[in-house]
């Protein structure tokens, strides 16, 4: 198992739930365009809608083919921000999960994404972690 990329994807899920929390008081806080709570209800759809039902499907042996995901032109007014960390959380926490029970032949398979190319059960575990801090540079 790559025990740091597990590591590195719940440590991520909680130090920016904390940050969304703390800076949640200051009701200007924004990155970018993005409210926080915009960011938490993005993080939690893209890790329910996309990264999840992917990484289960390569490591089931699907060899997926992967559109670009997006969900920015969503309208997450109608969310709020603890209802999305809370959904993000369990979800990252399914997921983690489930990969830790893999097998290293599980980890290996592959799907196709358009924008990466060849990826890994791992390799995708490594662009949802990128996909955090990118959120955080918007």
């Not at 915009?38 to 809608?49: M, P, Q, R, V, Y």
């Not at 997006?70 to 959904?87: K, P």
């Not at 290293?104 to 990466?116: F, I, K, L, N, P």
């Amino acid at each position: 198992m790559n025990y740091t990329i597990v590591d590195e994807l719940a440590a991520s899920q909680q130090l920016v739930s904390t940050m969304i929390r703390i800076s949640a008081e200051d009701t200007s806080a924004r990155v970018g365009a993005w409210s926080l709570r915009d960011i938490a209800a993005h993080l939690a759809a893209s890790e329910k809608e996309s990264f999840e039902p992917r990484i289960r499907s390569i490591a089931a042996g699907e060899r997926p083919a992967m559109d670009f995901y997006s969900n920015d032109e969503r309208d997450f007014s109608g969310v709020q921000m603890e209802d999305a960390l809370t959904e993000w959380a369990e979800t990252r926490g399914r997921l983690l999960d489930f990969v830790r029970g893999l097998s290293d032949e599980e980890r290996a398979r592959t799907g196709t994404h358009v924008r990466y190319g060849e990826v890994s059960v791992d390799r995708y575990l490594e662009i949802a972690l990128e996909h955090v801090a990118g959120e955080l540079a918007r």
